[in-house]
């Protein structure tokens, strides 16, 4: 009789999945055959095939409605069917097994080492708004990978979706993965692929040095990672180990769960911050000064008024159910984003705002990821877990959490925060607009800015609009300062700083801090100091002179819509001024190039004459 090891799995992860194993288990005892069946399920993989298994198997069954990795099963016959084959007729696909099926094509050796000769690399870089980051990381990598002389292709997830996407044949010829990215991404394309992960940061300022550490640090991904061992043996123990550390490395995990669930919900804020300046354009416009109040009842049914309520009550109402419920699904995955959306639309409830909603995102993705561990069913019912058991259980104890716990103690520190906010003085308000101001700048775009900015967005729903107008400020200031500097400064940058100033002016006028990096990167000693200097002082005017910004992004755009900005002449002073200081201190703090490039007091080494 046959050595048989099998494989089922559905788009779903559901109940095919397990049906289909069920039946090939009956079917193949009842005709003599030793068989192990993996499922790969919404849960996770269960009943993993080892490497002894696969070694020792004389065919290999894939009951499967979605691809799987086949690299484990080189050199052996492989027999291909859908779930439904093996649900209604597993006698007979195990018969054509027996009779038919062609030996696999040779897999590639990525998932167990790093062949010789150039590398064909694959990745995915990814950041929380999906704009330079994720585009500034995918060029690092392309450009380390061609200094190595290696072939790459990255795919970027951005705000537009992914471009430039993976194919099935792209991952299968890979020989590498390098996934930089500063929010969960989904790895079970690349599983039995040598995977490693870091943030976008570290592609951005040395491609070349992320792949060759990639190429020494990659831990197998997925069931291919643990499946050398049995549980619980050393072997088992370490291989999981290593996969954990290269799916954990680069960015800690509370800031890339917060990010994840920030970058799902930005889109929110923005449509819906937008939305509501649009309507006070439009009621200006209709009804004069008293258009700032187009919220009222007494306007309803105008085209004003609605704008209003589709920004406000849609966009800004889902805005903190989103963020939690992506900030659960990147700890929990598919089984963790309802009681996380759930918790945060209980956040609103409670009044306890954006703070309840991360709070209630983490105690979601921990308990059902706690969850989906402890409890143990039969395999027949194992597809009952994500649908049924996770998300009903989920819910009640973070519903439960937030109602009688979480809600009212955090509801009362968001309004204590919200008073302090609103009952600033002018030098309060300007050392609070001063320190939002230095953070936009210290990393551009990094962990110290998101933070700035997730405080100053979650505000809005809060109807706080003076910390969002001082981030904005100081974030467009440093790429609004080097272009500036690149101007009237030129003998300070290189030829190609002064190409990049312009398309840094560019950004900076889209409120996009990130153009700022390329030149922090090259001399951060001088660069970064110079920039928070600028974005301190715009941040500080803005808060101090009382602007409010009602349209979280947008950049110079936004400040021609009437009534987005409050106090238009000082938000643009404000600007100005943080740009010119900036832009001064650049002049100051960086010194004169010689035609190599280095400053015009370092020492040379001497040409020696011809």
Same mark, same amino acid.
């Given at each position: 009789m046959a050595q048989i090891v099998a494989v089922t799995a559905c788009p779903t992860g559901i109940a095919h999945t397990f049906m289909a194993a069920e039946?090939?288990?009956?079917?193949?005892?009842?005709?003599?055959?030793?068989?192990?069946?993996?499922?790969?399920?919404? =849960?996770?993989?269960?009943?993993?095939? !080892?490497?002894a298994q696969i070694a020792q198997a004389d065919l290999v069954i894939l009951a499967t409605d979605v691809a799987v990795d086949e690299s484990r099963f080189a050199g052996k016959t492989i027999v291909r069917a859908g779930t439904q084959d093996a649900i209604r007729d597993p006698g007979a696909l195990l018969a054509r097994a027996a009779t038919s099926g062609a030996p696999s094509s040779p897999a590639s050796s990525a998932g167990t080492a790093t062949p010789a000769g150039p590398l064909h690399i694959v990745g995915i870089t990814a950041c929380p708004t999906g704009i330079a980051h994720t585009f500034m990381a995918a060029e690092g990598l392309e450009g380390g990978a061609k200094k190595l002389g290696y072939t790459a292709k990255i795919e970027t997830q951005g705000s537009v979706g992914a471009g430039n996407a993976l194919t099935p044949d792209d991952i299968a010829r890979a020989d590498l993965v390098v996934i930089a990215a500063d929010t969960n991404v989904d790895l079970s394309r690349f599983t039995g692929k040598r995977v490693y992960v870091t943030g976008t940061k570290?592609? $951005?300022?040395?491609?070349?040095?992320?792949? !060759?550490?990639?190429?020494?640090?990659?831990?197998?991904?997925?069931?291919?990672?643990?499946?050398?061992?049995?549980?619980?043996?050393?072997?088992? =123990?370490?291989?999981?180990a290593a996969a954990k550390a290269a799916k954990n490395a680069g960015t800690p995990a509370f800031y890339k769960h917060l990010m994840t669930g920030v970058s799902h919900m930005l889109p929110f804020v923005v449509a819906g911050g937008l939305l509501i300046a649009l309507a006070f354009a439009i009621g200006s416009f209709q009804f004069g000064d008293q258009g700032i109040f187009i919220y009222e009842d007494k306007y309803a049914g105008t085209l004003g008024n609605t704008l209003f309520k589709i920004g406000a009550n849609g966009a800004f109402g889902l805005f903190v159910p989103v963020l939690a419920g992506y900030i659960a699904f990147s700890i929990a995955d598919r089984p963790g984003l309802a009681p996380g959306m759930i918790g945060g639309f209980l956040a609103g409830l409670t009044g306890s705002g954006f703070l309840g909603g991360i709070i209630a995102g983490f105690l979601a993705g921990y308990l059902v990821l706690w969850l989906t561990r402890a409890i143990k069913l039969p395999r027949t019912l194992e597809g009952l877990k994500p649908t049924l058991i996770l998300p009903l259980l989920g819910t009640l104890g973070v519903g439960l959490l937030m109602m009688f716990v979480v809600g009212k103690p955090v509801a009362a520190a968001l309004t204590g925060l919200t008073a302090w906010l609103q009952g600033l003085g002018n030098t309060s308000a300007a050392l609070l607009g001063a320190l939002l101001g230095g953070m936009m700048a210290f990393d551009m775009g990094g962990p110290i800015n998101k933070a700035a900015y997730t405080f100053s967005t979650g505000l809005l729903g809060a109807k706080v609009y003076g910390p969002i107008a001082a981030t904005m400020a100081a974030g467009m200031t440093p790429p609004l300062a080097l272009f500036l500097a690149t101007l009237i400064f030129k003998n300070r940058f290189t030829k190609?700083?002064?190409?990049?100033?312009?398309?840094?002016?560019?950004?900076? $006028?889209?409120? $996009?801090?990130e153009g700022a990096i390329p030149f922090a990167a090259r001399d951060p000693l001088r660069v970064i100091p110079s920039l928070m200097a600028g974005s301190a002082v715009a941040g500080a005017i803005s808060m101090a002179a009382g602007c409010l910004l009602r349209a979280p992004h947008g950049g110079i755009f936004v400040l021609f819509i009437p009534n987005a900005v409050t106090n238009l002449p000082m938000y643009v002073a404000a600007i100005v001024a943080g740009t010119v200081v900036s832009t001064l201190m650049l002049g100051i703090l960086k010194k004169p190039l010689g035609e190599d490039g280095l400053p015009l007091n370092t020492a040379r080494t001497p040409v020696a004459a011809d």
């Open positions: 039946s090939l288990r009956r079917a193949a005892a009842q005709a003599g055959h030793t068989l192990h069946v993996e499922t790969q399920g919404s =849960v996770g993989t269960q009943d993993a095939l !080892t490497p570290a592609a $951005i300022k040395d491609g070349a040095g992320v792949i !060759t550490t990639a190429q020494t640090q990659a831990a197998v991904h997925g069931q291919a990672a643990a499946g050398g061992a049995d549980p619980g043996s050393p072997d088992y =123990v370490a291989q999981a190609d700083e002064v190409e990049a100033g312009k398309a840094a002016g560019v950004l900076g $006028i889209s409120f $996009i801090t």
